[in-house]
């Protein structure tokens, strides 16, 4: 083999090195996109780590007006063992987050009421009692009457209301009668939820405040001293509103019937709508704590003004009669928002049985 042959035979093994390792390379780097092809979508990294999400990332806000769809879960159905046990046993009305609760069985059976203290009861605001024989129906109030028969007593104490505030005289008044009860029916105290009841109404008493407000909204006519009674009658005749057993008009859902607001007179008198009525401005007020779905509702009030404004030239103005924008409007949505959010996280939504209890 010559010179020329050995270099020709040198060349050509080189060229086809080249080629396995280009073809190799290749080949990697196809089966990396691959990889990559069928890797889950929601494989965890630094930014979607469920665990350890980083709170400095801003996250963008959401509209004003989107209206969320809140689902409420039963009490019962996040309750286990003893707990749910408990208010199996406990009579309808009582709840156990904003109420303290005392049971006191009796050794004996007992006859008659004079052991309850009913009188002082009565006086005490915020207290009920409850009682029965064995596992029979629990009786209160007027069903508690003289010759009854019962061995086991539920005290009960709401801790925040819109009719008292609750304070070391009365909750000290509150354990005596406990005690004094206990002793007459020779019972022993059994304490089923808050016996730290100044912590918990002190809590309570705070969020109370916090959330218990009512957006008054009114309309006038635009230009004239009075809304003109034929279009008035025509609106009002719409499914949408109903008048209550006070003579009150509300404005309710459509749909499912719930209250949405009260209207009245200026003065805060029920509305007159009729040909000899002679209405200056309507007030549309909302009991916030007590109205379910309060973005929601509002939005649909607002809706509805709106709405009456368009059929009888009014203009909607706030409480010092400013006339709101669709800016103002906004801020309002967006501090109701905030309302709504306090009492979804502390499980008392609003409109529910517990929130009326609270706000009654």
Same mark, same amino acid.
């Given at each position: 083999?010559?010179?020329?042959?050995?270099?020709?035979?040198?060349?050509?093994?080189?060229?086809?090195?080249?080629?396995?390792?280009?073809?190799? +390379?290749?080949?990697?780097? %196809?089966? *990396?996109?691959? !990889?990559?092809?069928?890797?889950?979508?929601? =494989?965890?990294? #630094?930014? /979607?780590?469920?665990?350890?999400?980083?709170?400095?990332?801003?996250?963008?806000?959401?509209?004003?007006?989107?209206?969320?769809?809140?689902?409420?879960?039963?009490?019962?159905?996040?309750?286990?063992?003893?707990?749910?046990?408990?208010?199996?046993?406990?009579?309808?009305?009582?709840?156990?987050?904003?109420?303290?609760?005392?049971?006191?069985?009796?050794?004996?059976?007992?006859?008659? +009421?004079?052991?309850?203290? %009913?009188? *002082?009861?009565? !006086?005490?605001?915020?207290?009920?009692?409850? =009682?029965?024989? #064995?596992? /029979?129906?629990?009786?209160?109030?007027?069903?508690?009457?003289?010759?009854?028969?019962?061995?086991?007593?539920?005290?009960?104490?709401?801790?925040?209301?819109?009719?008292?505030?609750?304070?070391?005289?009365?909750?000290?008044?509150?354990?005596?009668?406990?005690?004094?009860?206990?002793?007459?029916?020779?019972?022993?105290?059994?304490?089923?939820?808050?016996?730290?009841?100044?912590?918990? +109404?002190?809590?309570?008493?705070?969020?109370?405040?916090?959330?218990?407000?009512?957006?008054?909204?009114? =309309?006038?006519?635009?230009?004239?001293?009075?809304?003109?009674?034929?279009?008035?009658?025509?609106?009002?005749?719409?499914?949408?509103?109903?008048?209550?057993?006070?003579?009150?008009?509300?404005?309710?859902?459509?749909?499912?019937?719930?209250?949405?607001?009260?209207?009245?007179?200026?003065?805060?008198?029920?509305?007159?709508?009729?040909?000899?009525?002679?209405?200056?401005?309507?007030?549309?007020?909302?009991?916030?704590?007590?109205?379910?779905?309060?973005?929601?509702?509002?939005?649909?009030?607002?809706?509805?003004?709106?709405?009456?404004?368009?059929?009888?030239?009014?203009?909607?103005?706030?409480?010092?009669?400013?006339?709101?924008?669709?800016?103002?409007?906004?801020?309002?949505?967006?501090?109701?928002?905030?309302?709504?959010?306090?009492?979804?996280?502390?499980?008392?939504?609003?409109?529910?049985?517990?929130?009326?209890?609270?706000?009654?």
């Amino acid at each position: 083999m010559n010179d020329v042959q050995l270099a020709l035979l040198i060349a050509g093994v080189v060229i086809i090195l080249i080629m396995i390792i280009y073809n190799w +390379s290749e080949l990697k780097n %196809l089966s *990396k996109k691959q !990889a990559s092809l069928i890797k889950p979508k929601n =494989v965890f990294s #630094d930014e /979607n780590d469920p665990l350890f999400h980083n709170s400095n990332v801003r996250e963008e806000p959401s509209p004003v007006f989107e209206v969320e769809e809140t689902t409420t879960v039963e009490p019962d159905e996040t309750l286990i063992g003893s707990e749910k046990i408990i208010n199996y046993n406990l009579p309808d009305g009582i709840y156990r987050d904003v109420e303290t609760v005392i049971s006191i069985t009796s050794k004996k059976m007992q006859e008659g +009421s004079g052991g309850l203290l %009913l009188d *002082k009861i009565k !006086a005490m605001p915020g207290v009920r009692v409850y =009682v029965r024989k #064995d596992n /029979n129906l629990w009786a209160t109030e007027a069903a508690v009457y003289d010759t009854i028969e019962f061995n086991q007593v539920l005290l009960v104490l709401l801790l925040a209301s819109r009719k008292y505030i609750l304070d070391s005289k009365s909750i000290e008044a509150f354990r005596e009668l406990a005690n004094e009860i206990s002793s007459k029916v020779d019972g022993s105290i059994f304490w089923l939820s808050n016996q730290d009841i100044e912590k918990e +109404s002190f809590h309570l008493g705070k969020f109370r405040k916090e959330v218990d407000h009512s957006l008054i909204l009114q =309309v006038y006519p635009k230009s004239d001293p009075t809304f003109h009674a034929g279009p008035l009658i025509d609106f009002f005749k719409q499914p949408i509103f109903k008048i209550n057993n006070k003579g009150y008009h509300e404005l309710i859902n459509s749909e499912s019937g719930i209250k949405i607001c009260t209207l009245t007179s200026l003065s805060g008198k029920a509305l007159n709508i009729s040909h000899e009525a002679f209405l200056q401005g309507i007030v549309f007020k909302m009991d916030i704590p007590n109205t379910i779905k309060i973005t929601a509702s509002f939005n649909e009030m607002v809706e509805t003004i709106k709405q009456f404004n368009t059929k009888l030239n009014g203009v909607l103005v706030d409480s010092s009669r400013k006339p709101l924008n669709d800016e103002k409007i906004s801020q309002i949505y967006v501090h109701l928002k905030k309302l709504e959010k306090i009492m979804q996280e502390k499980k008392i939504p609003s409109g529910s049985d517990v929130a009326q209890k609270m706000f009654n």
